[in-house]
């Protein structure tokens, strides 16, 4: 149990364009999901915090115009990098916390998107 | 500020018991020890998590001392696929995470 999917795996796109992850909690209902991004070689940074039929918290630094999050349903939310740049590109990760049950509030990572803007 | 401190990396043989070990001297009395890690290029993978008990499951087993300053993740028949970072985190329940630089740990043939 406790599976998290993203589509895509991998995303190649121009510059100037938008892209959107999907981030799908399988077994699950998730009020709370999170969005990270890692560069190489380095940590996740949390990006935003993503609440099912409310607005997003943005970590200090992230700007909320451009990275777009919607959390419309208990089990989806979506990242939409807006007018990418090659400085975007990245491996966006998304997780979503456990409401119910044993795992009660431990957070389940899906398998990330790796993010190419040329 | 990081809430852990960290070795940057380990090294363990193949079948020995790899300890990672975990200070966290500032955590508060609700606060949990969460263990993630991570295989290259795939998104974090939880372990195992306490208060103050031990605890233990399929993956691992986690060690917390008395006064809760200190914790160690084991992994106790460590193989070639365990080769990861890990990640120790000091976390409220359900809070966000936060995640520090890390041990990365090579598990050797």
């Known amino acids: 149990g406790a599976v998290v999917s993203q589509h895509p795996s991998r995303v190649i796109c121009k510059s100037g364009t938008s892209v959107k992850i999907e981030c799908r909690s399988l077994?699950?209902?998730?009020?709370?999901m999170f969005w990270y991004r890692q560069f190489p070689k380095q940590s996740l940074m949390l990006m935003a915090t993503?609440?099912?039929?409310?607005?997003?918290?943005?970590e200090q630094g992230v700007e909320k115009d451009k990275f777009l999050i919607n959390h419309a349903s208990l089990t989806l939310s979506t990242l939409t990098v807006t007018s990418a740049h090659p400085e975007d590109s990245s491996f966006y990760i998304c997780s979503a916390r456990v409401t119910s049950g044993r795992a009660l509030d431990t957070q389940y990572f899906g398998p990330g998107t790796r993010l190419t803007v040329l | 500020d990081a809430k852990t401190t960290q070795p940057p990396s380990m090294d363990c043989a193949e079948g020995r018991a790899a300890n990672l070990p975990c200070n966290h001297s500032t955590i508060s009395g609700n606060e949990y020890v969460y263990w993630y890690r991570q295989i290259h290029s795939q998104g974090p993978q939880y372990i195992i998590h306490g208060l103050k008990n031990n605890e233990t499951n399929e993956m691992a087993s986690l060690i917390i001392t008395e006064d809760r300053k200190s914790s160690t993740l084991i992994l106790p028949h460590a193989t070639l696929r365990d080769t990861a970072v890990y990640y120790c985190i000091v976390n409220l329940r359900g809070f966000k995470t936060i995640f520090g630089a890390g041990t990365r740990l090579f598990v050797k043939a």
């Open positions: 993503s609440n099912e039929g409310s607005k997003a918290t943005y």
């Open positions: 077994d699950f209902q998730a009020t709370t």
